[in-house]
């Protein structure tokens, strides 16, 4: 008889392993989705009860009341008037949730013949997490998305915005924490400053795409979660300390297709050294973005070392298969007639300059962004779709 080996053992465990630990995931978002189903059905008897006794006045406010409390009395807390408005909600606002057909032929009231025909008729394959991203219209059920996704995502106004919400949750696997801070730094409108009707569109129904640089960066890039007060005496090694500790929500802030490289990477020529504060490679994109940091307002020569930076770059760490390299400045003030006059047209695609907010913006400060931002490019000549237009013409060539 031959005893198994140590490592026959330890493979076996972690066999073993694996499987409780699939078992558990799937376990958690079989229970998940089920609470969505079972909320949007109490929400679709809610509609509907609305809707029969809806010429009576304080007809749907005493219903609920009533409701609350004989669902609290026999299943406990979970059930409360805004709760049960909650769900209500979740149905006006998402009536494809469950599909037409499952929906019709749910029998009224809905048992659990009635849940276990939802989630059977209506959950994505077993694969459908790595799917293409943006491959599954928003609005319909996705075991990837939780009640408090929901809860969350109810809370945008907007159905554009809710949509693109939605379909970055899934496509980038966000926590609800996450979720929370996203819509809390308004990343749609950040996103959608420079789109025009079809961008928006895009962006509703496929998410945020990346096909060529102007796609990536963010104006403004809001940083809050770093804690630092807006003070005038904030020196950049504090700040780049500060993102490089808080490197996974920076990278979040920054979006897809962002790896982290170097940080303080020097460069030297003939005898004079040079640190770029932050290297990244996109690899979408497929580029090397090295992003330098100020505490002042930009001037001519950040930029002009920045155009330093990508410069050298192209020349001594670009390879074969790799894009013109990026640069990103990040400043809490500038002046875009320097930008525009100090780079040009043409170093404008490859350099960027963007103010960074220690704070969550207010859609008022972002309104007022979004009007200096058309005013500039009313100046230069180049509106949304024009530039769209010449990026299509610079892919041609």
Known sequence: MTVPSNTSRTDLYSRVRSILESARVNLARTVNTTQVVVNWLIGREIVEEEQRGRRRAGYGARVLGELSARLEREFGRGYSVDNLEAFRQLYVEYPRLISETASRNLPSPAGASAISAALSRNSPPADSMSAVPGSQPPGLLHPALSWSHYRCLLRVARPQARAFYEIESIDNAWSVRELARQTGSLL?????????????????TRGQEVTHPGDVFKDPTVIEFLGLPEVPRLV????????????????????????????????????????????????????YVLIDLKVGKLTHADLGQMQLYVNYYDRERRTEGDNPTLGLILCPDKNDAVVKYTLGAQLRRNIFASRYQLHLPTEE??????RRELRNLATDGRGPAERQARTRRRGKE
């Open 188 to 204: 749609f409108d950040r996103l959608a400053r420079s789109k025009d009707k079809k961008g928006l569109m895009r962006l509703a």
């Open 236 to 287: 950049e090694s504090r700040l780049e300390r500060a993102l490089t500790d808080n490197l996974q929500t920076f990278l979040l802030e920054l979006g897809k297709g962002f790896a982290f490289v170097a940080r303080q990477q020097r460069i030297s020529l003939q005898g004079d050294h040079f640190y770029i504060d932050l290297v990244f490679y996109h690899a979408i994109l497929k580029c």
């Open 365 to 370: 400060e972002l309104q007022f962004e979004l």
